[in-house]
């Protein structure tokens, strides 16, 4: 394994101070190849799931950093060419719902949920989640929806869950 392969380089990002910095990071990150910059978005992506209301800023200037850096990651990978416009959406929808849920009531269960009205595909609802795990996944999926998709992201007040294990629960017809 190449050193390269082992720097932290999300590390180096939080570290850049000028344009010339950011400039020289970017240029050694290229040259170190997909694997390296894989793992940098992969690290980038942990952070954006994980950070709290207070580094908002911190997220934004991040994601600044890193298009100043490599400002065009699809010529390493296609499949990046779209990925700081989806990292600059999660950063947005994040600091709208750290502002649109007071503090207060971020506690307890919330769940996110994807459905198209007009589509006959299933509804997606992604339940037992924390606030945190919650506002990281309704800012993933809003950066994607179609014109006719919607995304909720709700508390839940009340929880009652059954298994089909429950020995007096409903049970299906067996000839069906």
Known sequence: MHVADQEDYFAR?????????????????????????RRFLDEFRHY????????????ASLLARAMEAVPE??????????????????????????RDVPKRDREGEW???LDN????????????LSFME??????YFRTELANNEYIRLQKIATVITC??????????????
């Open 134 to 139: 919650a506002a990281y996944m309704f800012a």
């Open 73 to 98: 990651p699809g010529r390493i990978s296609p499949s990046w060419t779209y990925i700081w416009g989806e990292y600059g959406g999660i950063v947005r929808t994040k600091a709208e719902i750290f």
């Open 163 to 176: 298994t089909g294990a429950d020995a007096d629960g409903v049970r299906p017809i067996a000839s069906l």
């Open 48 to 59: 954006l799931r994980t950070y709290e209301e207070a580094d908002c800023d911190t997220a």
């Open 117 to 128: 009205p007009y589509s006959n595909q299933n509804i997606a609802v992604y339940p037992g």
């Open 111 to 113: 769940q996110v949920l």
């Open 13 to 37: 990002l939080r570290e850049l101070r000028s344009a010339g910095d950011a400039e020289t990071f970017g240029e050694s990150l290229r040259r170190a190849g997909f694997t390296p910059m």
